[in-house]
């Protein structure tokens, strides 16, 4: 019998990072939506020839009346196909909320939940379900947006310890998955809502962009989502060249001397400044707004100016160098010990 194209597809992801092999430990997201149940079912069906562990994780992030049936058709469907399953119930917090509207706080949110799971299963990744069909809305929205080659080159296959193999799959081949082997899945009506962003691109903008221009629209995003992340990957290791040789010592945070950040193109400058920004406290919220600024306060380079940052930090001029501030806390997410977690054993036995 052939291997799937979603279990092939697996496989070739688990080997291009190393991770085909036994004693290997993965948690998988479950949402129990389509993509995630197909994603589990062929990780599951890669990992038994490999020899690698499989966790399933489910966050209930209480936003719904039902959700505690999606937490408790991931219970069944665990049971089904004889994984452990890890659980966690906790809303985003009012001020993540706040600050970067309910499904960015809901992301953050989750992502906590998984990697608490991940340190405490000492899993080697964390495997998500997105698709083709994601990454292609996910560069559209950045798009429209305004965001440059980063943001562009959206979803990334292998990052850190997020794992996407099904990033090159598109969701007609997930739905093909599900009904060959029969495997059930919820659907959450909120996917529907065109009130939010990533549904109209969903529903509306890219049905319109395969009709009217181009339909393999997907693939298209899709390489060039690719093509941007190569592309920026090698513009960013030139950038980390420069920024060695800028640091100067100091006890008042990150410093850099203006005299060689200037010296550069204002592409690798700024590219520069945001590698700076991901090493004093990451790049969370960080905008293009944020980049601009520092960048005409560095070429002004007058002492005494300063710019606040995201997370709490500082960008000043002083003596002929740009400092920032360490961060003092990103106010995003929520915190870990507010999330709620078990474990569910693996069955014995099937349900009748």
Known sequence: MPTPPLVSAVRRSLDSVGLSRPGVSLVAALSGGPDSVALLDALLRAAKKSGATVVAAHLDHALRKDSRADAQFCEELCERLKVRLRTGRARPSAKATRD???????????????????????AAAIVLGHTLDDQAETVLMRLVRGSGALGLSAMKPWDGELLRPLLETRRFTVMAHLSAFRLPYRSDP?????????????????????????????????????????????????AAQLLDRAVAPTVEGSAFELVVLKAAPEGLGKTAIREALRRSGGLRAVSFTHIEGLWNLLVQGRGGSSLPLPGGRTAAIAKGRLILTSASGSGWGIPEKSLSCHSLAVPRTRKP
């Not at 960015?104 to 608490?116: C, G, H, P, Q």
């Open 190 to 238: 909120t996917n529907q809502d065109t009130a939010f962003l990533r549904n109209r691109v969903r529903h509306e903008l890219i049905p319109l962009l395969e009709k009217k221009f181009n339909p393999n629209i997907a693939e298209a995003l899709g390489r060039t989502a690719r093509t941007l992340a190569e592309e920026h990957q090698a513009l960013r290791e030139v």
């Open 100 to 122: 970067g509207g309910l499904e960015e706080a809901a992301r953050l949110t989750r992502y906590s939940f998984l990697r608490r799971v991940a340190r405490e299963e000492n």
